[in-house]
């Protein structure tokens, strides 16, 4: 992509030959070459390197198909890490696997699952429809449009605060929150549909890579009976890991989005720096509505009844949110497997670093996203956090209800 810049300008010379030899008496002429620029990532080698041994290790294990982990600095939109498992040698493409080459972490396009009900609850919020205090009662099965929809356990009827919808990853909670935002469902579609655009769904990144998908989000009016209930929490739109991670960044920096940067700058011939043009920015959300968002997904990693307790960090808060998605196999063309994830920040009162992880696949032990993705982040955070000497806060974690009691 940035060949022009590497490469340089060709030199040019012109002399007199005889017989194919120059003649040294006849003098000549020239331009000489100009040297490329060096280009500056703004990927820390580092990180990079903790990233790609963690996913690599826990595809292997899992027997999966593949797997990324995104790593960005929350505050400048700077991808810090990209990883994808399996890889290839770019010194030996003949012993590479077709299958692996390229960029999958921005080329792959899948149904997010449950990492995606950050930007439903963002929603509600926003709108004001919504607190995270706001009492929600989840049925074990709920009736909408043509089909019966569940949780991913069995349950007695719950009683759950927004909060607690978030924390146990309740589909039938979201349903039914996301159900507000219209005085009719497809006015509640449309609501959805214009905050999952703000948050770059359906969109390219910004990093203008080779390749890159924008994902798969239909318009409102083209949402099929059951999409209209599935997007909430997560199936029926598709997104890239680096789109998925940009969301979670987006929430960690207060609401405003920052388009991702692989590039820094240049460093030109003479040495002189010149820095990568400044990424975009728009507000997604209010700041009000961000740190209620981060206090909510902090309560899935600290809370006892949440799904991303493997997730959790000693001495530091951390927000993160858990995935686990139907996963449409892309050479059968039907449902078969599944996607799974993790996507939060640290710390949660100050927010630093965001991180990615998607395994497809899984095929061996457990397929859950909060049991093989929360690990990784864990791993990958604790790595980043010393990395880039990112000290813990030291203030309490946000302990907002999870359930309430319903009255008699």
Known sequence: MLDAELAGKDGKIRFTQSGGRQVPTAGSQGTPAVPGS???????????????????????????DRGYVVVQNTRTGEVLAM???PGFDPNDLSAANAA??????????????????????AAVLEEGKATPDTH???????????????????????????????????NIGT?????????????????????????????PTGLNFPGETPGILAKPQDWSTSQQYTIPFGQGLSVSAMQAASVYSTIANGGVRIEPTLVRGTK???????????PKESRVVSEKT?????????????????TGTKAAIPGYRVAGKTGTANRVDPE?????????????????????????????????????????????????MEFALKTLHVAPTGSAPARLPVTFEPTP
């Open 175 to 203: 349903i039914l929150a996301t159900g507000q935002l219209g005085k009719d469902q497809a006015e509640a579609n449309r609501v959805l549909y214009s905050y999952l655009r703000k948050f770059g769904i359906g969109s």
């Open 38 to 64: 060096d280009i500056e990532l703004t990927i820390d080698r580092d990180i990079q390197w903790a990233a790609q041994q963690a996913i690599t290790d826990q595809v292997r294990k899992s027997k999966a």
């Open 332 to 380: 059968l063309g039907y449902y078969k497997g599944y996607t799974a994830s993790f996507a939060g920040f640290a710390p949660a009162d100050d927010p630093q670093i965001t991180v990615y992880c998607a395994i497809q696949n899984p095929t061996k032990g457990n397929y859950f996203g909060g049991q093989i993705c929360g690990p990784i982040y864990k791993k990958v």
């Open 136 to 170: 929600v009662t989840v049925p074990n099965r709920l009736h909408r449009g043509d089909r019966l929809f569940k949780d991913d356990i069995d349950h007695i009827t719950w009683y759950l605060t927004l909060n607690g919808v978030l924390a146990k990853s309740s």
């Open 100 to 121: 692996a080459m390229g960029n999958a972490a921005l080329q792959d396009a899948y149904e997010p699952g449950s990492t995606a009900k950050v930007m439903s609850m």
């Open 268 to 278: 030109g011939p003479d040495g002189r720096f010149t820095a990568a043009p400044a």
């Open 290 to 306: 961000a740190e209620a968002l981060s206090r909510m997904l902090e309560s899935v990693v600290k809370d006892r009844e949440g």
């Open 83 to 85: 990883a994808n498992a």
